[in-house]
T-cell receptor, first 111, second 112 residues
Framework: SQTIHQWPATLVQPVGSPLSLECTVE??????LYWYRQAAGRGLQLLFY??????ISSEVPQNLSASRPQDRQFILSSKKLLLSDSGFYLC??????????FGSGTRLTVV | AQSVSQHNHHVILSEAASLELGCNYS??????LFWYVQYPGQHLQLLLK??????LVKGIKGFEAEFIKSKFSFNLRKPSVQWSDTAEYFC??????????FGTGTRLQVFP
């Protein structure tokens, strides 16, 4: 079956520390993958998307980066976290004409 | 760049009241339109979608939405809300690119 996994579910990190959030998809190949951030009162903001291995498109300038080392793996990273990086991060993949499926999300709190 | 506007940020209704949530988008070409719902503590779920054909789309749980191309709108409706409809609702638009752009969301609270 087709599923999307995202971890960790929650994370508390100090300012200036690195970040690595992982997203993997099962049951499909060559998916389009996305990272969104959901901040209170701001809806879901598209951060990065990838149409294939090593292909990353960045939507907004920020302190974060993304990588796609394998076909079904999408990683969100930061070298040094800022307070403003706090939020709820969602990974998604596009299921062709069926739309998009979202992961369970990671709640990141930078302290 | 395309954008999506949801003008109702917070809506409070009593059970059995009718609901209409507004959604407008800025892209002038062919679009795919979506409404997602996020119940408290749960994942985003697809409520309904429009790709082509009948502009009146019926989704799960009695929701429907109407695509009005001339108004660039895709409003969500439900004739009679229930307490269990309390959630956050997101409109989203996808054009000919691979991007899905969301509105800022509408928080709906339904009181019994």
């Amino acid at each position: 079956s087709q599923t999307i996994h995202q971890w960790p579910a929650t994370l508390v990190q100090p300012v200036g520390s690195p970040l690595s959030l992982e997203c993997t998809v099962e049951g499909t190949s060559n998916p389009n993958l996305y990272w969104y951030r959901q901040a209170a009162g701001r809806g879901l903001q598209l951060l990065f998307y990838s149409v294939g291995i090593g292909q990353i498109s960045s939507e907004v300038p920020q302190n974060l980066s993304a990588s796609r080392p394998q076909d079904r793996q999408f990683i969100l990273s930061s070298k040094k976290l800022l307070l403003s990086d706090s939020g709820f991060y969602l990974c998604a993949w596009r299921r062709g004409a069926d739309g998009y499926t979202f992961g369970s999300g990671t709640r990141l709190t930078v302290v | 760049a395309q954008s999506v506007s949801q003008h109702n940020h917070h809506v409070i209704l009593s059970e059995a009241a009718s609901l209409e949530l507004g959604c407008n988008y800025s892209y002038g070409g062919t679009v795919n339109l979506f409404w997602y719902v996020q119940y408290p503590g749960q994942h985003l779920q697809l409520l309904l979608k429009y790709f082509s054909g009948d502009p009146l789309v019926k989704g799960i749980k009695g929701f429907e939405a109407e695509f009005i191309k001339s108004k660039f709108s895709f409003n969500l409706r439900k004739p009679s809300v229930q307490w269990s409809d309390t959630a956050e609702y997101f409109c989203a638009v996808n054009d000919n690119t691979d991007k899905l752009i969301f509105g800022t969301g509408t928080r709906l609270q339904v009181f019994p």
